[in-house]
C-alpha cells in the first residue's frame, strides 16, 4: 500500500502537482508503528485528479476517495479553513499551493509530518521534535479546540495509543472547551472512546478522561471500570442509551450488563459461554477458571440431551411452552449432575414429573 501511495505522488508530481503522504502514517512510520492508513495531501483539485485517475469520488467535506491498483486512499487539496460551525465543520475553505498552509489548519504538531515521492520526510513545523519528546501540541490557538470539539478525543486517543503526554496550552484548551462535547455526535465519540478503550493502554486513557471530568459530556461512568474487552467495557461504563451499536454487540452488552448484577452459576455458563461468563467474571474482579468449569460441564449444548422432541412427546401430550419448560428443566438437572443423561433416566423423569 505505502509503495502504491508513493507511486500515486510520483505521477501527480510528474502532472506538476506537489504531492505528500502526511499525518499518522508518517508519524507512525517514524515511531515504527505498522500501520495501512495512509493520507496524501495534494496542490491538485478534484477536477485535476478526475483527469488523472479513474476512480475517485468526493466525499463531504473536501476530501476525495482514491482507489488505485486495488487500495483505497483519502485525499485532499491544500487548503486553508476559517469559521467552523457546530464546534466540527468549516464553513470557509480556500484552496492553496502551500503545504505550510495546509499543515497550518491541522490539529497538532506531530500530525504535519510528510513524505515526499522520493520517500524523504518533509518537517516544516518540527514534528519529529515533538514526536521524539513524546509530546502532543496544538498548532496555532487554544481556538483550535473550540473550532473543532472532536480534537479533544483526538489528543486523548493519541496521548493513550503512543502513550504521549499532552503539553500545557493543550491542557488548558481542553479544559476551556470541553463542555462543546456536548454537540458531538455520538457516533464520533464511540469511534475515538472505543480506541481509547481498545488500546493496550487502555487504563491511561481512562484516568486522563477521568481527570479532565469528561464523562457527563461523554455520558459515561468510568468509577470503578475494570479493563476487559470492548463491550465488557461498555456494560461497566453506559449511562443511558445514547450509544449505537449493532445487534450483534448491543445483545452481547445486555447480556453482561444482565450478568454481572447475577452471582455466578453453572447453568448460566452453559447458555451463555466461556467468552461472555469470562469477561463477566472479570468485571466483578472474580478469579475462577472457567475453562475449566466449561470443559467439565456434562452438556455444552441442548442437542447433546439423550433425547429429542419426539421422544418427549411419545412420554405426555405437551404443547410447545410445555416443550420449552421441560427442555430447560433437562438442561439444568443434567448440568447440576442430579440427572444423569441417559434416555431412559431422562424419560422417566419427565414421565413421573409432568
Not at 164 to 170: C, G, Q, S, T, V
Amino acid at each position: 500500500m505505502y509503495e502504491t501511495a508513493i507511486e500515486i505522488i510520483k505521477i501527480l508530481k510528474q502532472k506538476n502537482f506537489k504531492s505528500y503522504i502526511v499525518g499518522g502514517y508518517p508519524r507512525d512510520l517514524y515511531l515504527g508503528i505498522e500501520s495501512d492508513d495512509i493520507d496524501i495531501c495534494t496542490s491538485a483539485k478534484y477536477e485535476d485528479l478526475k483527469r488523472i485517475f479513474d476512480e475517485i469520488e468526493n466525499n463531504k467535506y473536501n476530501s476525495y476517495k482514491l482507489k488505485y491498483k486495488g487500495f483505497e486512499y483519502e485525499i485532499t487539496t491544500f487548503r486553508k479553513e476559517k469559521k467552523y460551525i457546530k464546534n466540527r465543520f468549516p464553513k470557509e475553505v480556500k484552496y492553496t499551493k502551500s503545504l505550510k498552509k495546509d499543515l497550518k489548519r491541522r490539529d497538532f504538531i506531530m500530525n504535519t509530518l510528510c513524505i515526499d515521492e522520493n520517500e524523504r520526510y518533509v518537517d516544516l513545523m518540527n514534528a519529529r521534535q515533538d514526536i521524539d519528546k513524546k509530546i502532543i501540541r496544538l498548532i496555532g490557538s487554544k481556538k483550535r479546540i473550540e473550532e473543532d470539539s472532536l480534537r479533544i478525543l483526538r489528543a486523548l486517543r493519541f496521548a493513550t495509543v503512543l502513550n504521549f503526554k499532552i503539553d500545557k496550552k493543550l491542557d488548558n484548551a481542553i479544559e476551556k472547551y470541553k463542555q462543546n462535547l456536548e454537540y458531538l455526535s455520538f457516533d464520533r465519540k464511540k469511534q475515538e472512546l472505543e480506541k481509547i478503550l481498545k488500546s493496550k493502554n487502555a487504563k491511561y486513557g481512562i484516568r486522563l478522561i477521568k481527570e479532565y471530568k469528561l464523562e457527563k459530556y461523554l455520558r459515561i461512568n468510568l468509577k470503578d471500570v475494570v479493563v476487559t474487552n470492548i463491550n465488557g467495557i461498555w456494560a461497566q461504563i453506559l449511562t443511558d442509551d445514547s450509544y449505537n451499536f449493532n445487534k450483534q454487540d448491543k445483545k452481547e452488552i445486555d447480556k453482561l450488563i444482565n450478568l454481572k448484577e447475577k452471582r455466578f452459576n453453572l447453568y448460566d455458563l452453559y447458555k451463555y459461554g466461556p467468552y461472555i461468563m469470562s469477561t463477566v467474571e472479570e468485571i466483578k474482579r472474580q478469579k475462577k477458571d472457567i475453562e475449566k468449569l466449561y470443559e467439565e460441564l456434562p452438556i455444552k449444548d441442548r442437542d447433546e440431551i439423550k433425547i429429542n422432541f419426539q421422544d418427549i412427546c411419545k412420554v405426555i401430550d405437551a404443547n410447545n411452552s410445555n416443550i420449552e419448560i421441560i427442555y430447560e428443566d433437562l438442561e439444568k438437572q443434567i448440568i447440576y449432575e442430579k440427572l444423569k443423561n441417559t434416555k431412559r433416566t431422562l424419560l422417566k423423569y419427565i414421565k413421573e414429573k409432568y
